[in-house]
């Protein structure tokens, strides 16, 4: 398929579960979308490797289960398991809630099947963690978003299952504090930590007050609130996530604290972090997923904040996210939204970044629509890069033309 | 300097700390040798962000003390520590003890600055956990040997010190077992096991009888012995470490254990386990890093043993290796070892690894040494790709010449 399109040169748009957030999916008339919904094959779990072998058509969640069913943990979890396909998810290097235990996809894959631009099947199908045999091919063509080969099969590393997990919802007095708390949780859970995600103030408001189902675990007066998660062991003598919580609590860096005490009450805090539809009641949403330095970041949001505001009065900002990872999801309402106010607002959020050293994308890629503020995050000598690339593999530019950069536009 | 050989079209050679194994840093007379080792600044550690950022020249035995100063880890360490660049290390993407818990280089790096062979400087200088703006570009580098650029500059990930450790040596009845103590340990210590170093009884011999230094904690006819590291923080209410490996003694699959009471029973495990220049006293050494899957290297191991003792009565051969991440280290003494030899034995251990998908490099690298060997672990499209980027890179061939592979040899 790709041979027959390279050699007429037409341009190929690759389509997995269509869980995208930056319309690098979306497919032109002149374009042939090639999807890989049938290529769904579990191809093996091996227990002593540690690895799944499958297809890149493959489902997250149907991959999940047939891990679980074998003992074992595929560690990378998102929202969209239920339709988000593992190519996909390396084409654009997924990440989640539990990336500050597991890493993204890319710390999760071992080895791939791509075919590049000309048809090539390029197998590079490695199983072990350890292989300095030459370039790590693999990484060209994670997080790439399909510009420089379509994945067609995956190795994804394994882990043993934690025996358990405890949740806790504490609240922080101010965001230093929650830089001290989340050093001091990561400390103490010595590689246990799964979660660490953070809610402004608005944020909870929103998901804990009716319509919302919710009901709030703690008072709605608190600054920051930080959704803690860490692994522990059948063994409860000791418990290193309560002591050093209720540590903190003594001391003031945590203000107030709610414990989960069963799989039920774990569940439902998860599901008031993840109910992010409910800010939809307000008004139409723009979303941003960006990427700080933690020492940053409660300036940053408070300044887009005051921005906002000031320009436009009734708009309304919440911030929430990984902290864990540096990855804040901002989402706005601003009144009578059009093309010539969102252009407004992604200027007055993305701008700021550039000096920060910040990432216009900390998780869902570029696409279409990040394109003009790839900029702010990479230099001209690092697009350039990204451009000799894409030159050297895909010479015609048919792979997902006009996604991430431009191809023509050398020297910028 | 590069943007002048460049433009000269004369070769350059990157030095760091001159730890490599094989032979990548050997200069020929009419190349230039660019040593970073004057480039050797900690600039920050960042506490907050949990960074380091250093010049690529920089020790790494000094970023790990700058980094243990400031109350954190710096998790890669090997044994080179005290010469070993942070640049060089990059480059080679090293590995070491403790890959089981915290990766090789690649897993810790967040971003870099290289130089371009015509000297471009590209500032990757990236902080973040997640980026996924654009290609993440550093990859390129990690493991290519300096024949894409020459690192510079380093943003190294750092990690919160466990609170102490636990070291035991197990010995073990068969390689079954030894796969299955592997899946018990790391499911009981969650994300806290830091090594799993195998010695087969060769070298356990080897290494516990005099002139070597070391008592064996063990007696010495097992067939297999385990070195297993853990973390461990100060409460020892619960201990999962001894409370696992002391079931897999009541049910057979350790048949016989020495925990280490004190850091110094510790040390002296791991002096032993590192004594490798003991076999030495046998003869000159070959030495191999390979990496194989779990479930095929008992047999491997097996099968190069009477392969060499057919070819050679009197030969020898030791195993040992980081067996957590299926990297296995192969000593081999032949009597009169010449270059003929030394290319027999070469195609007797690396030969097999083909059928197997196995790595005739784990973690040094190809370099000179291993180059007429590469193509047993990659197939003749992937040399093709990474001749393609070094072509887009380095179009005239300056760098590191005639490392990792030959760029005339096209169409391999």
Redo the contacts between chains.
């Keep these: 398929m790709l041979a027959a399109c390279h050699a007429a040169g037409v341009s190929v748009i690759a389509h997995g579960g269509l869980t995208g957030l930056v319309h690098g999916t979306d497919a032109r008339a002149h374009e042939v979308i090639l999807s890989l919904e049938r290529m769904q094959r579990i191809e093996a779990v ?5 690895v799944l072998v499958a297809e890149a058509g493959a489902i997250l969640e149907q991959a999940q289960d047939a891990v679980a069913a074998a003992g074992l943990l595929l560690p990378v979890d998102i929202g969209a398991r239920g339709s988000a396909t593992l190519g996909g998810m390396v084409a ?2 997924a ?1 989640g809630n539990r ?1 500050i ?1 597991y ?2 996809m ?2 999760n894959l071992r080895g791939l099947e791509v075919v ?1 631009a000309d048809g ?18 693999k ?2 063509f ?3 978003e399909g510009t420089l080969g379509i994945v067609t099969r995956v190795v994804l590393h394994l882990c ?4 358990g997990r405890r949740v806790a919802l504490v609240a922080v007095p101010d965001f230093a504090a929650v ?1 001290t708390v989340l ?1 001091q949780i ?3 859970m ?3 930590l799964l979660a660490f995600e953070v809610m402004w103030q608005d944020f909870y408001h929103a998901v804990t007050t009716p319509p919302a189902l919710a009901r709030a675990p703690l008072p709605q007066h608190y600054p920051f609130y930080v959704l803690v998660e860490a ?3 059948d ?1 409860r ?2 418990d ?1 996530f309560e ?1 050093t919580l209720g540590a903190a609590l003594d001391t003031g860096i945590v203000v107030d604290a709610a414990f989960c005490k069963n799989e039920r009450e774990c569940a439902a805090l998860w599901a008031l972090r993840d109910d992010v539809a409910q800010l939809r009641r307000f008004g139409p949403l723009v979303a941003y997923d960006i ?5 940053d970041t409660g300036h940053f949001v408070e300044t887009v904040r005051s921005m906002i505001a000031e320009r436009w009065p009734g708009a309304r900002l919440w911030a929430f996210g ?1 902290l864990g ?3 804040v999801h901002l989402a706005v309402n601003v009144p009578d939204l059009d093309a010539q106010r969102r252009a407004e607002l992604d200027a007055l959020v993305y701008a700021p970044l550039r000096a920060l ?10 696409g279409i629509e ?1 394109k003009p503020w ?1 900029g ?4 001209p ?3 350039n ?2 451009r ?2 894409k ?3 895909d010479p015609k530019g048919v792979l997902n033309p006009g996604r ?2 431009d191809i023509e536009q050398r020297g910028v």
């Design positions: 091996d227990t002593t490797q540690r654009t290097n990440g990336v235990r890493g993204m890319r710390d590049l090539t099947v390029l197998d590079s199908m490695n199983t072990l963690v350890k292989n300095n045999s030459g370039y790590d091919l990484h060209l994670i997080g790439s043993e299952r934690p025996a830089c050093r990561d400390h103490a010595d590689g246990r692994s522990v062991g063994d003598r000791a290193p002591d990427s700080l330095r933690l020492a990984h990872d540096g990855n050293r910040s990432a216009v994308s900390a998780e869902h890629g570029i990040k790839l702010v995050s990479r230099s000598a690092e697009v890069v990204m000799s690339l030159q050297a593999l991430v950069f």
